[in-house]
């Protein structure tokens, strides 16, 4: 990517908190990471810890909902993580190196995949500075039916808002205080095809609906990366805990 058509990126991320970028990965490619995720998904997940598979339904494979650190089993999704030209856009938004820690996949099954609950990133990362983005690949096309991601513009720079627990399996936490006047009038929908990149700031607000299809799934991958400056905010991170445990005391 040539450095002008970076340095527009820079501009418009700072300004809106996320990116979106049509057609950056080739159809063949998302044809290469979907083959690969089938592949994971048949030979790798039954092998793997229950915390880092979700299904909507417990324990029913048909539902599957959320993987995480794909990139520890398998070359694929290393490749695409580590070194990567996704690695080096990231590191220039953030102004520094950057360390790829997670590559997930989100999927919201037919019927059942539900609503994924505005949030911020940075109320799970709990990390000072707040410097970490989210790359997130459409696999397919996604849209208002099967789920598509929305972002309230500019809300990476009002700060940290309250979140409490929520009973969707995957997204325990919520913002408490969402859907005022400023949030609505800054919401925006972004439908994606195959190949097409999303890439928001670990402190913008971000929701997808739910799949109200009967046949389609709504397959993504994720990745997050963290700046180099980003050391764990031990603070935040007890009062995280802290506020999970009095949430849990409450079920
Ligand atoms: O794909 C989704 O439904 C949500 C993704 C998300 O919250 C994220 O990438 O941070």
Redesign the pocket.
């Known amino acids: 990517m040539d450095s002008g058509k970076v340095h527009d990126l820079k501009a418009t991320f700072q300004q809106d908190g996320f990116l979106f970028l049509p057609a950056f990965f080739s159809d063949k490619q998302v044809e290469e990471m979907n083959k690969e995720l089938t592949k994971f998904i048949a030979e790798v997940v039954p092998g793997l810890p229950s915390n880092k598979v979700i299904y909507e339904e417990k324990d029913n494979p048909e539902t599957l909902k959320q993987l995480q650190d794909l990139e520890l089993h398998n070359a694929f999704f290393n490749e695409l993580m580590v070194n990567s030209e996704i690695e080096k856009l990231a590191a220039a938004l953030l102004n520094e190196k950057v360390i790829g820690k997670n590559v997930?996949y989100?999927n919201?099954p037919p019927r059942i995949g539900k609503f994924?609950p505005p949030?911020q990133?940075a109320y799970y990362f709990n990390i000072k500075p707040r410097q970490a983005v989210?790359v997130?690949i459409a696999l397919e096309n996604i849209d208002e039916e099967n789920?598509y991601?929305s972002y309230v513009a500019g809300s990476h720079t009002k700060g940290m808002r309250p979140h409490g627990r929520t009973q969707t399996i995957g997204?325990s936490q919520s913002i408490t205080d969402y859907g005022t006047p400023e949030d609505e009038a800054n919401v925006i929908a972004c439908p994606a095809n195959p190949g097409d990149v999303l890439i928001?700031h670990c402190m913008t607000i971000?929701s997808?609906n739910a799949n109200t299809s009967s046949f389609r799934s709504r397959k993504?991958l994720?990745l997050i990366y963290f700046g180099a400056s980003a050391q764990p905010d031990l603070e935040a991170r007890e009062a995280y805990a802290t506020a999970l445990k009095a949430q849990l005391a409450t079920v």
């Open positions: 997930e989100f919201k994924t949030h990133d989210t997130w789920g991601v997204f928001h971000h997808a993504a994720g």
